[in-house]
């Protein structure tokens, strides 16, 4: 039986985004709002973002190349 962090690396049918990638987008959004619109280190965003999900420097590193994100 897979455990919930399988079913969260599935990307939805609707858009194609997983879970965590949705988060990701949703935090990077809430921080640039924040921050005035300027662009938000990628050490902040992990801090983030380990708030709401589980996520390695290196996943979180994957999942902004597969959104074509650059790090700042």
């Not at 897979?2 to 858009?15: E, F, G, H, I, Y």
């Not at 938000?40 to 965003?45: A, D, F, G, K, Q």
């Given at each position: 039986?897979?455990?919930?962090?399988?079913?969260?690396?599935?990307?939805?049918?609707?858009?194609?985004?997983?879970?965590?990638?949705r988060i990701v987008l949703h935090?990077?959004?809430?921080?640039?709002?924040e921050r005035g619109g300027r662009?938000?280190?990628?050490?902040?965003?992990?801090?983030?973002?380990?708030?709401?999900?589980?996520?390695?420097?290196?996943?979180?590193?994957?999942?902004?190349?597969?959104?074509?994100?650059?790090?700042?």
């Open positions: 039986m897979p455990d919930a962090s399988d079913s969260d690396r599935l990307p939805n049918l609707v858009d194609g985004l997983t879970r965590q990638e935090v990077l959004r809430q921080v640039q709002r662009p938000v280190p990628t050490v902040m965003l992990y801090g983030r973002v380990l708030e709401h999900i589980d996520l390695s420097e290196q996943e979180l590193q994957q999942c902004l190349a597969r959104l074509g994100t650059l790090p700042v």
